[in-house]
């Protein structure tokens, strides 16, 4: 551009539009270079694009008005309108782009007879052999810049004192309201709007930057396997990241005028789905992956495709709980595991995400099952069951007991190891008044067994009693042998 060749300029332009035709900078670049080099109307229709894309941009609205007001105004000053009118309107008959621009305020100087809103329609003109039958809507010449010729031709006076034949007349058709173009129903086919992937009418439908429409959860499951379009494979990696799934508006409409029974049943299944999805009390999603305890912090990389939709059915069905249990050779999972309440998640780019869970409850594994990838089962909450009298008594004795004791052994690790327990799993949690208060029993026990260096048959083996004497008791154990074992 600095070196006038403006040429080079559009090519380079139109070379940023081809790979990023979404990007309102490449369209302005392209603009300005169009109209550095003469060619106004193109450099028009670049400049609508970056108003479209971008509608808050001033600059461009003013390039866009300047040469709008340069068209309009040799539109009046010359009496051919015949054959100037359809050359400057051919480029702008979006009339809601144009709509955009009334927003700007006019500068300083318009005159009083200038400052109303014209609403011109050029119907029939005739130019020779030819005839314009289109009606042209110029809408909101108020705001524009209006050159000074233009402000001295169009007066109040100049109106009354030309013939009738070349007033301007009122369009009363463009200020009524807008006449509906009906389609005939033997013309409507419910497989033009059919998702591909789940061969089901569309359903929150969305459109990737390559222009292809899907069901919004049928999107997102193929993206959790490769960020690619389903159909012409194009790249969708930017389009992931962004997470932008807008629902293509205009699909929605044309469902809801032509095909509202079938979108009725449409909502009617997937709402029965998320209702199915939604009921812990049938059957839990379950994470295999690690041993999970109540009330302990959880925290899980998410990456596989399987579980990346289980984590967003729990988010969309409002539940945020799943089950985790670790991995068995014969039927898959173990027989037992924790429930995980999700706190927090954070997505990366690329679709993977951290999420933060906390352990609630115990459960045992009635029938184990399996849907779209990820495990599920069939599920019964563990209680502990409570000691009463003289069991009682002997149950709190062994409780503070056991406490003193797994406060002792914390104390005694070295400092880098305590802060790095402490950073992970936190602090020791205080005794409870009362070791039964609680359906899983005291915290400090579930965090000192996350704590100690067990396997996880042990841990699971644990986890699985319901008495919390048979619990403190298996602890005491370890604590005594993780004592003996550590060098002095």
Not at 6 to 33: E, N, V
Not at 96 to 123: E, F, Q, V, Y
Not at 198 to 212: D, I, K, S, W
Not at 244 to 260: H, V
Request: glycine share 4%; aromatic share 8%; net charge positive.
């Amino acid at each position: 551009m600095e070196m006038k060749n403006f040429s080079q300029a559009i090519k380079d332009g139109d070379t940023m539009c081809q790979l990023r035709p979404l990007w309102p900078r490449a369209h302005y670049i392209k603009a300005t270079a169009l109209r550095s080099a003469g060619s106004s109307e193109e450099a028009l229709q670049e400049y609508l694009f970056c108003a479209a894309l971008k509608p808050d941009w001033i600059a461009v609205k003013l390039e866009a008005q300047k040469i709008l007001s340069h068209m309009f105004s040799s539109v009046f000053v010359n009496d051919g309108l015949a054959t100037s009118l359809p050359a400057c309107t051919s480029r702008i008959k979006p009339t809601s782009l144009l709509s955009s621009l009334n927003t700007i305020i006019p500068r300083d100087g318009t005159k009083a007879g200038c400052s109303k809103d014209l609403t011109l329609s050029c119907s029939k003109i005739k130019d020779g052999n030819s005839q314009l039958s289109e009606n042209v809507n110029c809408v909101g010449l108020s705001s524009l810049f209006i050159p000074p010729v233009l402000k001295r031709k169009w007066t109040e006076n100049s109106k009354q004192s030309e013939p009738p034949s070349k007033q301007l007349k009122e369009d009363h058709v463009f200020s009524s309201a807008v006449v509906k173009r009906q389609v005939p129903l033997q013309l409507l086919d419910n497989a033009d709007f059919e998702c591909s992937l789940c061969m089901r009418l569309f359903y929150e439908p969305v459109t990737t930057p390559c222009g292809h429409t899907f069901c919004l959860k049928c999107l997102e499951r193929c993206l959790d396997h490769n960020p690619n379009c389903p159909l012409c494979k194009e790249n969708l990696s930017e389009y992931l990241a962004t997470r932008a799934y807008c629902k293509t508006l205009l699909i929605e409409e044309l469902l809801q005028q032509y095909l509202s029974d079938e979108l009725t049943e449409r909502r009617k299944v997937y709402e029965e789905e998320m209702k199915e999805l939604s009921n812990l009390n049938q059957e839990v999603p379950i994470f295999v992956c690690t041993m999970a305890f109540p009330t302990i912090p959880c925290p899980l990389h998410v990456f596989e495709p399987r579980y990346r939709l289980m984590i967003r059915r729990s988010l969309e069905t409002g539940t945020k709980q799943f089950g985790m249990c670790i991995a068995d050779e014969l039927k898959g999972f173990a027989d037992h595991g924790c429930m995980l309440a999700v706190r927090d998640v954070k997505f990366f780019p690329d679709g993977r995400s951290v999420v933060d869970t906390i352990g609630i409850a115990r459960f045992k594994v009635l029938s184990h099952g399996q849907r779209d990838g990820y495990h599920t089962a069939k599920i019964e909450y563990l209680e502990d069951k409570k000691a009463e009298g003289e069991d009682l008594t002997e149950l709190l004795k062994l409780h503070d007991s056991v406490y003193d004791q797994a406060m002792a052994w914390f104390t005694s690790l070295k400092d880098d190891m305590k802060n790095q327990i402490i950073s992970h799993f936190g602090p020791l949690p205080v005794k409870d008044p009362d070791p039964q208060g609680k359906p899983n029993g005291p915290a400090w026990c579930w965090w000192l067994l996350a704590v100690l260096p067990l396997e996880n048959k042990a841990q699971l083996t644990i986890l699985a009693m319901n008495t919390l004497k048979g619990r403190l008791i298996a602890i005491r154990r370890v604590l005594i042998f993780v004592t003996r074992k550590r060098p002095r």
